[in-house]
């Protein structure tokens, strides 16, 4: 072991109450419905490094996101901030200093009744790593510089923003408690292209420069691929995949990782022909059966319709599947 | 500043609709003589000693025997009614605003809470609000104000009426703005810039005053402006059935229920001009709101 | 001659505070059986053009100039009820969210032979078989009790497939198809477009293939048209344009995808962001953020200039 992870989450499981209201679950006799929106989730993240977690949409890669910041706890497993229980580390404002949150939406993620100087000094304020106004102006106008803006776009709305420029706002926010640990949850996927490669292009040398360890978040395979260190591929709240991010992209072993990377139209295959997977994404309501994937495999047997597969390791990575783990995968 | 409010858009569609040009003017003058009506109004009608009996009764302009000390005649004491009207606006407006301010920091306050911290918090505070709201909010006016009066003490009846007038319409108004800040809530907590927020662990008090509270207010302003006509014509209900606001502080609504014993007897400028004053300011006072609200609903525009 | 052509397209918004030029001259056209995808950012003009050809453009907007040719016949002067008779029969529809399109009140089989019996003389059961049948063709399953199911109770997927059938079962030659996949998972959106691939070719009708998204636009389409700021910037051969853009903005655009196949230490990014309509350069459109800018193209505005296997709004392709 060199050194300890930044995040570790053991055995994470959140469930969401999806019941109807209590009257009318009384009059129609309905038992209380639970969504498991994640299932069983372990990973660690060392620090310096990014670790993405890729999936569709219900996969549970956002409810994690909000667990591994405090949003939600864990109705089951345990999240561990520098070796400490997430909750007792959120308590002491020094440790939760160090971790903050990037967001999809550029435009729901800024308060529009806010200056911009105001939105960025929140975290400032709110921790009292500087508390004379000039000081509080200075540190603003720095972290706006470090994300390629100026201290004069501090006076401004977000709403005089473009979607580049206010995800770059919602950054130096996320910096200006000086964190080492950075959620970021779809934080291009709101974006036009070439905004996003200014912004993944920043994420990449903030975290060279200030040593910044990430979770990073997206449904865009492509993306991941550019920003992760090690990867995990999720599928209905459960990860089906594990491992270094060039090794699975490599050679991926799960065959929903596989139907990913074969669904992503790409720029190097003008015209290409191909057979798309079929079958639909199942409810996370009622998830079905043993693999939750199972009605979409081409490899499923009557073991996969049954028994859950356990996570187990093939080489560097750690795949969940009946078939690898018997060789059946070819 | 004010040139950034000039060209604002808000300000555009103000400058640009006729309904709100007129409806504010009209407000504007209604407000500005009842503000300064000891300065503005010919006669002084709180000044019994200068009343007449031989006054009484004289007609408004455009009839026999009317002139223009009283443009709009006097009332069987002799009291100019032009002035009367001057004066009840003030105590009418006074007591119209007073109350929709407070029905505004009550509902702020309970939406913001429901709507916040959800469960069975929200679920208690809604339903209490759905009760009352079951009742004509004229009713809880007129229940509030009989309970309190009766347990005041006959000397202090008086002096305190106006606070129980506004308190009891305060109090029949707050579910309305209870539930739209609530449901403005509900939508704004979700939002990112909340979630943000609350990582970095700021105090849930201080999340709903500094970031929901201004952006939930919009809607406030609107029903505010809807309420302050609902709550001068709850005062004038009150004071014409004579369980409002003491004789010594005739309000519009006191007029009217004065001049109503005198309608069928000829005198009818008596409760007439009041009754449409009445009607003019709650009307412009609605025009403005209905278009603050289209103007405020971008899906409208 | 081509199937559809649009001349000089110019659309407008008057707006309080001046005209806002939406689209600036834009020119392409599309041959029968062919497949044009149409790129470009977020406020690029694309959804725009779509909209224009079949009049369906939002209020204040309106066609301030060009033409609008379809089968030979000028569409763009037209009142609403021929339009209307054209889209739909000749021109069929896609959006990006299928509820826009689908009525939650009547169930999918209602709406496939209504729109079926509006524009051609089928007797109702006749209708009914031939609704069958397309939703079978899209690929629902069990269609023949499907049929009388209501849009809701079908999943996102499902839904776009039902909107693809109300598209193509009138036998349009033209199907302009506005972010088709945009709101589905990648898995879906695979299927959805080897399915509006497969049926266009198969009963060669052409489409217009408006995304945000190359790679759809690269394994999909036959000749594409990169949009800028209310502008066409290069119009080509799909290969041809993702190979060797011959327009500095499009040439960006490809460098700053990141790739599947190897990982690169930086992405190359255009700095800077695409102008607002009130906020048009002079010149090219794309010049402040240009790096091969030079003085021509802060003065005079480029037409398409032929530029080896493609055509390029840019001056570093003027031969004069």
């Known amino acids: 072991m060199t050194k300890p992870a930044v995040l570790e989450a053991i055995a994470v499981s959140h469930l969401f109450d999806v019941s109807r209201p209590f009257l009318q679950r009384m009059f129609t006799r309905e038992p209380r419905r639970m969504l498991r929106a994640v299932d069983d989730v372990s990973f660690e993240i060392a620090p310096g490094t990014t670790f993405a977690l890729v999936g569709e949409s219900g996969c549970g890669k956002s409810t994690i996101a909000r667990l591994a910041v405090g949003l939600y706890e864990p109705s089951d497993g345990d999240i561990l901030f520098e070796n400490q229980p997430l909750s007792s580390a959120r308590a002491q404002p020094g440790l939760r200093r160090r971790m903050n949150m990037i967001f999809q939406d550029p435009y729901a993620s800024l308060n529009p009744r806010w200056r911009v100087s105001d939105i960025v000094s929140e975290p400032i304020r709110a921790f009292k790593i500087a508390t004379r106004p000039n000081e509080v102006h200075a540190r603003v106008g720095t972290l706006l510089a470090q994300v390629g803006l100026t201290i004069r776009d501090g006076e401004k709305y977000p709403h005089e923003f473009s979607g580049g420029q206010r995800q770059r706002i919602s950054i130096a926010r996320a910096l200006a408690s000086e964190p080492d640990f950075l959620v970021c949850d779809e934080p291009t996927s709101a974006l036009d292209v070439s905004v996003q490669a200014q912004i993944l292009n920043l994420m990449r040398d903030l975290q060279k420069r200030l040593g910044l360890t990430y979770l990073f978040i997206s449904h865009n395979l492509a993306v991941v691929r550019h920003m992760a260190d090690r990867l995990g591929v999720m599928y209905l709240g459960r990860i089906v995949e594990q491992g270094p991010a060039e090794a699975i992209f490599r050679t991926p072993r799960h065959p929903y990782t596989r139907l990913l990377l074969d669904a992503i139209p790409d720029l190097e295959q003008v015209g290409r022909a191909r057979t798309p997977v079929g079958g639909e994404l199942p409810s996370p309501i009622a998830p079905p059966p043993g693999c939750a994937f199972h009605p979409r495999c081409p490899l499923a047997n009557d073991r996969c319709r049954v028994e859950k597969p356990a996570h187990t390791m093939a080489g560097a990575v750690q795949v969940a599947c009946h078939a690898v783990e018997e060789g059946r995968d070819g | 500043m004010l040139t950034r409010a000039w060209n604002s858009d808000l300000a555009y569609n103000f400058r640009t609709s006729p309904v709100a040009l007129a409806s504010a003017a009209l407000a504007l003058i209604l407000l500005i003589a009842a503000a300064f009506a000891p300065w503005l109004a010919p006669h002084n009608p709180m000044d019994v000693a200068s009343l007449s009996l031989m006054d009484s009764f004289k007609p408004p302009l455009g009839m026999a025997d009317a002139d223009w000390s009283n443009p709009l005649g006097t009332d069987n004491q002799g009291r100019d009614v032009l002035s009367a009207i001057m004066y009840g606006m003030r105590i009418s407006l006074l007591v119209g605003f007073l109350s929709v301010l407070f029905a505004i920091v009550v509902g702020i306050a309970i939406g913001l809470v429901a709507g916040y911290a959800g469960g069975i918090t929200d679920t208690l505070l809604m339903r209490v609000a759905d009760v009352q709201l079951t009742f004509p909010s004229i009713l809880t006016a007129l229940l509030v104000d009989g309970v309190i009066s009766a347990a005041l003490p006959h000397t202090m009846r008086e002096a305190l009426q106006i606070y129980v007038i506004i308190f009891a319409i305060g109090i029949s108004l707050w579910p309305n703005f209870a539930r739209t800040v609530r449901g403005s809530t509900l939508v704004e907590r979700n939002k990112d810039y909340v979630m943000a927020a609350r990582v970095i662990g700021v105090p849930s008090w201080r999340i709903m005053l500094s970031h929901v509270l201004p952006n939930v207010i919009g809607p406030v302003m609107v029903i505010g402006t809807l309420g302050l006509g609902l709550a001068i014509i709850a005062e004038a209900t009150l004071s014409f059935l004579g369980v409002g606001l003491p004789p010594t502080q005739p309000s519009l609504g006191t007029l009217i229920r004065f001049g109503d014993d005198f309608l069928f007897s000829g005198e009818w400028w008596v409760t007439v001009f009041p009754g449409l004053t009445l009607i003019l300011m709650v009307l412009a006072i609605n025009l403005l709101g209905d278009w603050l609200r289209d103007a405020l609903n971008p899906r409208l525009r | ?320």
């Open chain 3, 1 to 320: 001659m081509a199937l559809l052509d649009v001349v000089d397209l110019t659309v407008e918004f008057p707006t309080r505070r001046g005209v806002l030029r939406a689209l600036d001259r834009v020119s392409f056209s599309i041959d029968a059986g062919e497949i044009l995808g149409v790129v470009g950012e977020s406020g690029a003009g694309k959804s725009l053009t779509g909209a224009a050809i079949v009049g369906l453009l939002e209020r204040p907007g309106r066609v301030a100039g060009g033409q609008i040719l379809f089968e030979g016949k000028r569409i763009d002067t037209l009142s609403a009820e021929p339009l209307r008779r054209i889209r739909g029969r000749r021109i069929g529809m896609i959006f990006q969210d299928p509820l826009t399109t689908l009525n939650p009140l009547y169930t999918i089989g209602r709406q496939l032979t209504e729109t079926m019996q509006t524009h051609m003389r089928l007797s109702d059961s006749e209708a009914r078989t031939k609704a069958i049948g397309w939703l079978d063709r899209v690929g629902i399953p069990a269609a023949a009790q499907r049929i009388d199911a209501y849009p809701h109770e079908f999943s996102g997927g499902q839904r776009q497939r039902v909107v693809i059938a109300l598209a193509l079962c009138a036998d349009p030659v033209l199907v302009i198809a506005d972010e088709p996949t945009t709101a589905l998972d990648v898995s879906i959106q695979a299927q959805i477009i080897t399915l509006l691939k497969d049926l266009t070719r198969d009963h060669g009708t052409a489409v217009m293939l408006i995304t945000h998204d190359m790679g759809v636009i690269a394994e999909t389409a036959d000749r594409v048209a990169v949009m800028y700021a209310g502008r066409i910037a290069e119009i080509g051969p799909v290969a041809a344009v993702i190979r060797h853009p011959a327009h500095p903005y499009s040439d960006g655009l490809m460098a700053s995808i990141p790739s599947l196949e190897h990982r690169v230490d930086r992405l190359r990014q255009i700095d800077g962001a695409m102008p607002r309509l009130d906020a048009i350069p002079n010149g090219c459109r794309f010049n402040p953020r240009c790096p091969r800018v030079f003085d021509r193209c802060t003065t005079e505005q480029p037409e398409l200039l032929d530029a080896g296997a493609t055509r390029a709004a840019c001056w570093l392709h003027a031969h004069d």
